[in-house]
Every structure is written in structure tokens, then in C-alpha cells.
């Protein structure tokens, strides 16, 4: 079955870099898309009879988006229009809004950046209350080719990330990286929000230029650094999700590929927690029993983000959908258990207490579950103890007041004759030797608990600790007594 679905998730991932091939042939550039270059968008005779539809010499800025030889100017507010001359008036300033303006140099295009942040904040207001106009097919190929005018550009280079730093601290943005542009990109994404949720709009009339190619030159938008790009765009992407019944397998296939792009290193973290956060939502809807299709995603997927360095950026969000799984099946637990326990870090760092914290999470959700047969338990117990034996007093801490609560002995009981030697060696070490006076707290009263729960087994488990620190002790004596001698030899 595993290799089925590795066969159809590779047919998959072909299929969308030849979506990605075909959209960067037709797309060249970004910023060169124009009326007349565009393969998305269909080329429609003009609408005539109208004031607006005069031709007009143009010629390309240095962006290469097709703008007007004569000075921009004020178009009329489009609530002043009458009924009959608005669909001509809108389609009239979206053109307007073609010109993609050089926010790199201030006193540049000045007069534009002003006619059109007033264009797309006219706009935005006609359509929040003007929905009949998304009755017209024709105002579609205006609108999206808009949207892709003023969206799809050249981001900034991708900067590296330093692993030592997600690792060992919490990240925060102190300086967050804005672009320059957003006066302008803000209002677009609030047209596309406004289209996308207005109860008029038309999936079929969309369809034909909101398909594949164009979701997926969205998606590549979850690499720009900034922040508030990143959360419009979701929003963006889960309405379309909620709105293109037909483009929902596509979206899910597309998210993964950046996921397991991400993982492989050949793109950066950015957006990742955002298409975390929109998924969470999407597999709140997953109807029980979980498909075939959505628990590979879960498996192969959703896990592997686990192994990144950059785990801390989107590790909440992670969490968030795989504890979503389990509140749609419980008995998902076992398969995700024994595919996420391997992925523990090895060297012991801040990075554990994030997988400590979604253990615990995970073993929240499950209710109703049987508890007998939890054979991912000995390997948890392991790692748990690995942790608690951790020289970063944090890890520790944190570890032992996971094994000190009551959802883990709620698992442990059942299983005491298993777990309790794997957690021993561990808590007799640390309780006697860790620096951190919490630490050694924390795990005599974790020992006091064991004790409890089988006091013959505890005692047992004492001698035999006792009996090798005293084969140890004896050991290292001869050891020290030899070295005495060959030093006085020589």
C-alpha cells in the first residue's frame, strides 16, 4: 500500500512541476506579464460604446507592464456612475491599475502611486457593495489579470537561516522585513478578499482564469518575507479552497509539494507555518473514517516537518494539525506515534521540549482509545528518560513534569512492568547527581510516584542500581591503583 501511494505521490509531484514549467514559460519574468503576452488570460475582443474603451499609444515602464503615454489622471469615482456605464467604469480602473509603480525610489512615480492607491481604494468599496457587477463574465478576465499584474513579481533573494539560533532560542521578529510596496499590495489582496467572499461571486465564470497555473504562482508568494503578505495570502488560499470545489485535490497536492520542497532544503521556511495553520482548518472538514489519501499526507508529509532545524517557526502550528487528526480519529495514534518518536532529536537542546510538548499534546486527544495497546509506549519511555538525564536543566524540567503529570501515568499504568526499568536508571542518576536542585526534586518525586505504583518492583530496581554503582566505584578504584603503579615505575 506504502509503495502505491509513493508511485501516485511521485505522479503527483511530476504533474505539478510541469504546471510549474509551464507557468514559468508563461509567466517569464513576473513583471512582464502584460494584455497582450499573457497564456492564462484569454484575449477578448474590447467592449465598445463606452467612453472608457478608447484606444490609447502605450508602451512599457521598466517593470514591463503595459502603462499610458499621457499623464495618469483621476478617473471618476465609480459610485458616481450611473447603472449602465459601471461595469465599463470599473473595467476602466482596473486597467488603470495595470501600472505597477517603483516603490524602490521614493520620489518616483509619485503622481501614480497616489491616482492608484485612490483607483484600488475606490475599487475595494464599489465591489463591498456593488456584488452585481461579478454577474458579468466579462468583468472576470479584467479582474484576474489585475490580481496577477500586481501580485506575481520577483521577490527578494531568500536569506539564509541560522540553525544554531532556531535551536537554542525562541524566535522573534525583531525587525520583520516589510515591502516597500505593500501600500499598494495591501489594497489588492483586500480586492481579491472582497471578490473571493462576495455571495455574487461565480466559480464557473472564474474558472477559466482561477485554475492551476494561477493558485499555483500563489503559492510561490509564501516566500516573501513579509509577514503580512504571508496572512492575507492565506486567507486568500482558503477561500479559494472553500470557494473552487474542483481546484481542492490541486490545492492539497500543491501545499504538499512546498512542504516537502521545504524539507529537502530547496525553499525556505517562509510560509510554511501560515499553510500550516490553513491546513488545520481544511482537516477539521475531513469526513470519518479518514481517507487513505489524507492519512498519507499525514504520514509522509506532515512528519517529515519534524526534522527541519527550523522546526521552532512553525513547530505551533504543526502541532495544531496533527493534533486535528486525532480529534477526527483517535486511532490514529499508534501509526503517528511510531513514525514521529524516531524523528526525536539526538543531541538534547531546546528542540526537544518542542517534541515534548506535542507528545503531550497528542496524548490530550486521545479519550476513548484503548491503552493496552500502546507499543510506541517503551520507545516513548526511552526518550523521555534520555531527556530527563539531559545536562540543560530546561529539558529536563521539562520532561520530568511530563512524566510527573497525570496523563502520562494514565498511560504508564497499564504497561508499569515495562516502563518503570526504562525510566529508573535515568531518575536514580539524576536525582543524585544533576546540578539543578529542581531537576533533583522533580525527580524524586517522579521516583516516589514509581515506588507506588509497585514498591517490590522499585526495590527490586534499587539493589541492582546500587549493586552497579558499587561494581563501578570498585572498578575505577583498581583502575586508579594500576595507574599509581605504572606511574612509579617510571
Given at each position: 500500500m506504502e509503495s502505491t501511494f509513493i508511485g501516485e505521490f511521485r505522479t503527483d509531484l511530476h504533474e505539478i512541476s510541469l504546471i510549474s514549467a509551464r507557468t514559468e514559460k508563461s509567466w517569464s519574468g513576473h513583471n512582464k506579464l502584460t494584455r497582450k503576452s499573457s497564456t492564462a488570460f484569454h484575449k477578448k475582443p474590447r467592449r465598445q460604446g463606452s467612453a472608457y474603451s478608447t484606444n490609447r499609444k502605450s508602451e512599457c515602464d521598466s517593470s514591463g507592464v503595459e502603462v499610458s503615454n499621457e499623464d495618469v489622471e483621476h478617473l471618476p469615482p465609480l459610485l458616481f456612475e450611473t447603472s449602465d456605464m459601471r461595469e465599463a467604469a470599473l473595467s476602466a480602473k482596473l486597467k488603470q491599475c495595470f501600472r505597477v509603480c517603483n516603490f524602490n525610489e521614493v520620489n518616483k512615480d509619485t503622481?501614480?502611486?497616489?491616482?492608484?492607491?485612490?483607483?484600488?481604494?475606490?475599487?475595494?468599496?464599489f465591489l463591498s457593495w456593488h456584488f452585481d457587477s461579478l454577474d458579468h463574465s466579462e468583468i472576470y478576465e479584467d479582474l484576474f489579470q489585475f490580481f496577477a499584474v500586481n501580485l506575481f513579481r520577483d521577490l527578494p533573494p531568500v536569506k539564509e537561516v541560522c540553525p544554531l539560533e532556531l535551536i537554542l532560542v525562541e524566535v522573534e521578529e525583531d525587525d520583520p522585513i516589510k515591502d516597500v510596496a505593500w501600500p499598494h499590495l495591501q489594497l489588492v489582496y483586500a480586492i481579491f478578499l472582497t471578490v473571493i467572499q462576495s455571495p455574487k461571486f461565480d466559480p464557473e465564470l472564474a474558472s477559466e482564469y482561477l485554475n492551476e497555473e494561477?493558485?499555483?504562482?500563489?503559492?510561490?508568494?509564501?516566500?516573501?518575507?513579509?509577514?503580512?503578505?504571508?496572512?492575507?495570502?492565506?486567507?486568500?488560499?482558503?477561500?479559494?479552497?472553500?470557494?473552487?470545489?474542483?481546484?481542492?485535490?490541486?490545492?492539497r497536492k500543491q501545499i504538499a509539494h512546498v512542504f516537502l520542497m521545504f524539507v529537502e532544503g530547496n525553499r525556505s521556511p517562509n510560509g510554511v507555518a501560515e499553510l500550516l495553520d490553513m491546513m488545520s482548518s481544511v482537516i477539521c472538514g475531513f469526513a470519518v473514517p479518514i481517507k487513505q489519501e489524507h492519512q498519507q499526507f499525514l504520514h509522509h508529509v506532515l512528519i517529515p516537518l519534524h526534522r527541519p532545524r527550523s522546526l521552532p517557526l512553525y513547530h505551533e502550528s504543526l502541532t495544531l494539525c496533527m493534533t486535528q487528526f486525532l480529534e477526527r480519529d483517535e486511532s490514529l495514534v499508534d501509526e503517528m506515534m511510531n513514525r514521529l518518536?524516531?524523528?526525536?532529536?539526538?543531541?538534547?537542546?531546546?528542540?526537544?521540549i518542542k517534541f515534548i510538548n506535542e507528545v503531550e499534546s497528542i496524548l490530550e486527544k486521545v479519550h476513548n482509545y484503548d491503552k493496552e495497546?500502546?507499543?510506541w509506549l517503551c520507545l516513548l519511555a526511552r526518550k523521555v528518560a534520555s531527556c530527563i538525564q539531559s545536562d540543560h536543566s530546561l529539558v529536563a524540567e521539562r520532561a520530568l513534569t511530563f512524566a510527573n503529570g497525570q496523563l502520562f501515568f494514565d498511560f504508564l499504568k497499564p504497561h508499569a512492568l515495562r516502563i518503570i526499568p526504562l525510566l529508573f536508571p535515568a531518575l536514580y542518576h539524576t536525582s543524585r547527581t544533576h546540578w539543578s536542585a529542581t531537576v533533583t526534586s522533580l525527580a524524586f518525586k517522579l521516583l516516589t510516584h514509581l515506588m507506588s505504583l509497585n514498591s517490590e518492583l522499585f526495590d527490586y530496581l534499587v539493589d541492582i542500581q546500587s549493586g552497579n554503582e558499587l561494581k563501578l566505584t570498585e572498578q575505577n578504584h583498581a583502575e586508579f591503583i594500576l595507574d599509581q603503579h605504572i606511574h612509579s615505575i617510571y
Open positions: 503622481k501614480s502611486k497616489e491616482v492608484k492607491r485612490v483607483a484600488l481604494n475606490d475599487i475595494c468599496d494561477f493558485v499555483f504562482k500563489l503559492l510561490q508568494l509564501f516566500e516573501s518575507y513579509d509577514s503580512r503578505e504571508r496572512e492575507l495570502l492565506q486567507s486568500v488560499i482558503y477561500n479559494i479552497y472553500l470557494k473552487m470545489i474542483y481546484l481542492r485535490a490541486c490545492i518518536l524516531p524523528l526525536w532529536p539526538r543531541i538534547q537542546t531546546a528542540k526537544s495497546n500502546q507499543a
